[in-house]
């Protein structure tokens, strides 16, 4: 029988393949961060799959943080990257 767990676990694992699949694929760098952005999806499903104890215990509040301190990095990482990306297409066209 599939527990909250076991599936939050299994669609990390899909994502986080999804994420790797795509940014060894794609030649196109939007396209790149987009795969990147879903495969760190996949790691933090993972992350709140360990943190679950079972029911009627509280999570652990550890992987919860790191969860919640990485969407806060990914989005920063993410602007940093379209930002290069724009730059380097800029660059491109005038050269």
Do not use: K
């Amino acid at each position: 029988m599939l527990t909250t767990q076991i599936l939050y676990a299994l669609a990390g694992c899909v994502l986080l393949a999804l994420g790797v699949r795509g940014a060894l694929l794609h030649a196109s760098v939007l396209l790149r961060i987009v795969a990147i952005n879903i495969m760190g999806a996949g790691v933090f499903l993972l992350l709140i799959a360990v943190a679950y104890r079972g029911p009627g215990l509280a999570a652990d509040p550890v992987p919860h943080a790191l969860v919640l301190t990485g969407i806060v990095v990914a989005v920063s990482a993410t602007a940093l990257a379209l930002a290069l990306a724009r730059r380097l297409q800029v660059e491109r066209d005038d050269g």
